[in-house]
């Protein structure tokens, strides 16, 4: 849930539940970058374990665990979700892609290991600030080289894009983690980006499971504000004859587009 287009405002830190007598519990589900729609604290902690964290970068754990760190905290991609896109790269053979909503850039460091050296990201978003805490831990990781970061609103920037005739079709993947209320307006310019058989990977789309709970259901305003246009995105995706998708239940809900079309 990072930001390519949005502020933080009304985007609480993660906070740790409360014991019955008031005193703070800590749980995986609690804890930053730990989003899981699984209902298991137990079962999640097995996938983090045996699954992501052995295998996790060094460079990509410290940029993690700075992150736990940040007010924001909560809009860092989740360990487990980063893993599976830089398989996904992989077995996509993904060279130029393109990114908006970076954060501290979890999810793009992920992507940048996992792309060739000569591969390249745009990527895009309106804090620089929070791009350059993560900043470091892309260069110890040797792969800042393969990063376009710009700086602004994400609308305006794909116009740019667009008007510029070898950028049509050419992206292999695109992944969208940015303000919930402009997905389907970057969708249609993503359309024009992202070449025949390439992907587009939209986060959140099942957003803290509210999209299945009732409108008066207890939730922190910020879920409340963009669970209308996160319904909207699915039922406009799953009728678009231009895509074929599958949403995946990772992380806050991952959906992929292949454009076939």
């Known amino acids: 849930m990072s930001d390519a287009g949005e502020t933080a405002a009304g985007i609480p830190a993660a906070n740790g539940n409360r014991t019955e007598n008031g005193d703070k519990k800590t749980t995986r589900h609690s804890e930053v970058g730990h989003k899981t729609l699984l209902r298991s604290d137990a079962l999640f902690q097995y996938i983090l374990e045996t699954s992501v ?3 996790e970068p060094a460079a990509l754990r410290e940029l993690r665990e700075m992150t736990a760190l940040h007010p924001w905290n909560l809009m860092t991609t989740s360990a487990d979700e980063g ?3 830089m398989l996904l790269m992989k077995l996509i ?3 130029n892609t393109l990114e ?3 954060y501290t850039g979890y999810s ?3 992507t940048a290991l ?4 000569d591969g390249k990201i745009i990527a895009i978003d309106i804090h620089r600030k929070n791009f350059e805490l993560g900043l470091p831990f892309i260069k110890k990781a040797g792969v800042h080289h393969k990063i ?5 609103q994400a609308l305006p920037i794909l116009e740019d894009l667009i008007r510029d005739e070898k950028n049509l079709n050419f992206f292999d993947f695109v992944f969208v983690d940015a303000d919930k209320d402009n997905y389907l307006n970057y969708h249609e310019r993503l359309l024009k980006l992202v070449k025949v058989g390439g992907l587009i990977g939209y986060d959140n789309t099942l957003w803290n499971g509210s999209v299945v709970m009732p409108d008066d259901t207890p939730s922190p305003k910020y879920i409340k504000f963009y669970k209308p246009f ?10 678009d004859p231009r895509i074929e998708i599958s949403m995946i239940p990772i992380g806050d809900g991952l959906t992929l587009c292949r454009r076939i079309q």
Not at 114 to 117: S, V
């Open 53 to 55: 964290y052995p295998r």
């Open 83 to 85: 893993q599976f896109l």
């Open 93 to 95: 053979n993904a060279k």
């Open 100 to 102: 908006l909503g970076v």
């Open 108 to 110: 793009l460091l992920s």
């Open 114 to 117: 996992a792309i060739p050296d």
């Open 148 to 152: 376009d970061f710009r700086e602004g």
């Open 230 to 239: 996160v319904i909207e995105l699915n039922k406009f995706l799953a009728a």
